[in-house]
Antibody, heavy 120, light 108 residues
Framework: EVQLLESGGGLVQPGESLRLSCAASGFTFRNYAMSWVRQAPGKGLEWVSAISGSGGNTYYSDSVKGRFTISRDNSKNTLYLQMNSLRAEDTALYYC?????????????WGQGTLVTVSS | EIVLTQSPGTLSLSPGERATLSCRASQSVSSSYLSWYQQKPGQAPRLLIYGASSRATGIPDRFSGSGSGTDFTLTISRLEPEDFAVYYCQQYGSAQWTFGQGTKVEIK
């Protein structure tokens, strides 16, 4: 059974940093791309970042490029999101999601999310 | 960046009725890269449809997807009580994933 468990969320002040983690199990982690998707309170889904199975390719939305860094440790089956220079508009529930077969680019399994609140 | 526009914003229907949800892209999308998700309150999204028309594992056959180019549709043939939720379309292109703003299917 695929399981994705996010952690690391919390309350931070604007300008501060936070690192999110996503522990994966139930599939061969290194074989799949992974993504972070966020959802601001009461709003829709926003894709944030993605990383290839090997970690060699990373992708970012324009809203976080230059501030967030995605990475993975395939020996630990863990995905990370380093978030720097946080802003109030980064407040959201952050989901970790597993990429499907590469020819479809969908997100076939999701964690339950970790909440990030940026406020002074 | 490709923008996805979903309509209607809210669909008010009764159980047993047919739901038709639209997703329109600002430019052509590869059908392989168009997906649909369902999200219920307090839950993570769930993949329903990938490749525009293929049902994900465990998804009932009352859910179907169709379309190509810039116009895609999710159809729920007969609404069950558990189908009342928010639905999102999503596309991949040029190393970016984007979601539509969502359609809420509510009980009339």
């Amino acid at each position: 059974e695929v399981q994705l468990l996010e952690s690391g969320g919390g309350l931070v002040q604007p300008g501060e940093s936070l690192r999110l983690s996503c522990a994966a199990s139930g599939f061969t982690f290194r074989n799949y791309a992974m993504s972070w998707v966020r959802q601001a309170p009461g709003k829709g889904l926003e894709w944030v970042s993605a990383i290839s199975g090997s970690g060699g390719n990373t992708y970012y939305s324009d809203s976080v490029k230059g501030r967030f860094t995605i990475s993975r440790d395939n020996s630990k089956n863990t995905l990370y999101l380093q978030m720097n220079s946080l802003r109030a508009e980064d407040t959201a529930l952050y989901y970790c999601a597993k990429g499907s077969a590469p020819e479809y680019k969908s997100l076939d399994y999701w964690g339950q999310g970790t909440l990030v609140t940026v406020s002074s | 960046e490709i923008v996805l526009t979903q309509s209607p914003g809210t669909l008010s229907l009764s159980p047993g009725e047919r739901a038709t949800l639209s997703c329109r892209a600002s430019q052509s999308v590869s059908s392989s890269y168009l997906s649909w998700y369902q999200q219920k309150p307090g839950q993570a999204p769930r993949l329903l449809i990938y490749g525009a028309s293929s049902r994900a594992t465990g998804i009932p056959d009352r859910f179907s997807g169709s379309g190509s180019g810039t116009d895609f549709t999710l159809t729920i043939s007969r609404l069950e009580p558990e189908d009342f939720a928010v639905y999102y379309c999503q596309q991949y292109g040029s190393a970016q994933w984007t979601f539509g703003q969502g359609t809420k299917v509510e009980i009339k």
